[in-house]
């Protein structure tokens, strides 16, 4: 009996072992990223935009810059900005924008990176394009009369007025909402990383369950070899279990007697 005790602590103590497995550090995750820093959602722009931001991914093949009228629609098609990059670019120029052919409006700028999962990753801000600023006509000059000899010179003519077409005004460009903004990056080595404290938990879950199944086996066998292991028992059922079942009896019986008392 000795051995057969002693033969599961054993197997128990290896399945632990196994269970736990050696504490590896886990491999940074890759970074992967894609936004544009520069124009900002809400912008008003003109001219040659500078395009700044950051296209990287372990998995990058190449992005593209395009634009497109807001709201955008199916049926119109993005129009690139320039031709297919296939370097990688961190808080740096994207690429340039020539708004200067375009008319005034609202737009939206997407950047879209390709993978080489065929899953690409898109980031879209909303900008207000505004170059033309529309400048009042001037007036013609007016004739001056010529004074004949011999004849009467003329006063002077009225000048007409001429009414100014009025100034179109651009509108201010509303707000479309903040940018968002990427939350801070955990370090790969963080000990703090989601992946590490779980590991840790179940780790520490496992050697502490172990431990305290090897605790109660030793206990068992010691008090096996001592010959208390059936003494223990009777003094356990002598003190604790017999009280429990007298004081539920007693509780039977005096519910018995007031269900008859109430019952007369």
Known sequence: MHRSIRAIIVLALLLVLTAAGPLQETPPAPTSRAVIDSPAEGDVVAGLVTVTGTVVDPAFESYDLEY???????????????????????????????????????????????????????????????????????????????AVPGTPTPGPSPTPLIEQPPTRTPRPAAALGPTPTPGPAIPADSPLRPDRLIAAARTGALIAVGTFGLLGLYALVRASERGELGEGFWRVRREVINPLLDALQGRRTTEKRKSRRTRR
């Open 68 to 146: 497109a009228p807001d709201p955008t629609l199916a049926s119109v098609p993005w129009t690139p900005v320039q031709g297919t990059v296939t370097q990688q670019v961190s808080g740096g120029v994207l690429g340039a924008w020539d708004t200067t052919t375009l008319p005034d409006g609202r737009y939206v700028l997407r950047l879209r990176m390709n993978r080489r999962d065929d899953m690409p990753i898109e980031y879209e801000v909303r900008v207000v394009v505004a170059n033309a600023t529309p400048t009042p006509t001037s007036p013609p000059p007016t004739r001056t009369p010529t």
